[in-house]
């Protein structure tokens, strides 16, 4: 199966009447902030970390993939105090730099391979809630996680303050072993080194030969 790749854009922001909807006119720009782990056990922390960066990378193609124009923070969790958790003011600092009104943090809980995945949304100019967002309550193991984050960019998107639309493509199922190497792909390249970044890629690739986040992000650090 043939897994689909949308380009995380960064789009212009139309202005809003004061008072109106974020979303009321043009598009409302989206940031996505990196994955929290915390509480989640069964893998290496490391890997979990990698983990949490793939799945942000996927959500906000996958938001962006259904209508709202979006931008995937790089965002470590691994800076803030605790290991595995999202700096939320770091968040929203960049989520502002990027020219974005929303700001979306992903959590998965996973518990030796049972998993749940929600999101908060969050106004990216004033921090308070929007919504919390949960995912399919059927979609409960860790090999699930790739459908598991399309199906909860279908419910972000419909938020009235996102302003996208359900999805009419379902996402194929992507080994976790290839999503923690694109994570760690993300990782390095994020830290400017293209050549474990490009090891990284081609091994996920490897893993999951329809994988085409990892083989575009493959060709985007020359490998």
């Known amino acids: 199966m043939r897994y689909r790749v949308q380009t995380i854009a960064s789009l212009a922001l139309g202005l ?5 909807p974020l979303a009321a006119q043009g598009s409302t720009k989206v940031s996505v902030a990196g ?5 989640s056990v069964g893998l290496s922390r490391d890997d979990y970390d990698a ?15 259904r209508g709202a124009a979006t931008t995937a923070l790089a965002v470590d969790p691994l800076n803030s105090a605790r290991a595995g958790r999202v700096d939320v003011g770091a968040a929203r600092a ?5 020219g974005a009104k929303v700001l979306v943090v992903g959590t998965l809980l996973d518990q030796y391979g049972d998993i749940h995945v ?4 969050l106004n990216a100019v004033t921090g308070e809630p929007i919504a919390v967002v949960r995912g399919d309550p059927s979609l409960v193991k860790r ?3 790739a459908q598991a984050i399309a199906d909860l960019a279908d419910r972000i998107a419909q938020q009235p303050a996102v302003g996208g639309s359900k999805g009419s493509m379902p996402r194929g199922s992507v080994p976790v072993s290839a999503l923690v190497l694109f994570g760690k792909g993300l990782r390095a390249e994020d830290a400017g080194d293209r050549t474990k970044a490009a090891e990284a890629y081609r091994a996920a690739v490897r893993a999951a030969p329809g994988f085409t986040e990892a083989t575009t992000a493959l060709g985007r650090v020359g490998g």
């Open 16 to 20: 809003a009447l004061p008072g109106a």
């Open 35 to 39: 994955f929290e782990t915390d509480g």
């Open 51 to 65: 983990l949490g960066r793939a799945l942000s990378a996927l959500l906000s193609a996958e938001v962006g993939g």
């Open 94 to 98: 960049a989520a502002a730099k990027a």
């Open 118 to 121: 929600e999101a908060r949304v």
């Open 143 to 145: 090999e699930q996680l």
